[in-house]
């Protein structure tokens, strides 16, 4: 039995050099013999290797999609302006400013859909398992999906690098229900 990825929803962040660094030694499932790192511009592409000889060197197979930023990362919170006294604006003033060290970090951002996110059916799956592994060493973001291990369907939260329980819930979907505002197109008297 296969396992599959049906909805997938990431808002994850990490710095780039934490992707790296994580794929210097990482633990890949079975079926990926590495991960190729590739960057285009300001996006970065983790492709799946197979160690399957019998899949084609031609076929796409699933690759991790990330856009990348920059964000100045301050090594302290700066503090609020403190005045002297009575001094009001004067004293604020005498005061010399320290300015507070910072660097630009560029950042891994893994955001949107499963389509956005998680491309190609081939090793899809080993893939997404990849994907699980980064949003555990990301500190900030959300990884939400639904998948089936065994045809049975499971949920998956993963919230700024900890797996939290999840649950899925089977709701009405708003687009099948026409409404009372609607047109109905097919049963239109003025559309022969």
Known sequence: MTSRVYRLHSTLELPLEDVHDHFDDPDLPEVIDDVEITRRNNTLILSAISDDESISKYTPTAQLKASVTENRVYEEEPEPPRGTGGGGQWGALEEEEEEIESELVEYA??????ETVLQ???????????????????????L?????????????QIVDGERTPASITVTEDPADDPGEDGVDWRDNEFIH
């Open 144 to 156: 939400t999906a639904i998948i089936a291990v065994d045809g049975e369907l499971q949920a998956v």
């Open 109 to 114: 951002c893994f955001k949107g859909d499963r």
């Open 120 to 142: 190609n059916t081939t090793l899809q799956f080993p893939m997404f398992e990849v994907l699980c592994d980064i949003a555990e060493i990301a500190e900030k973001g959300t």
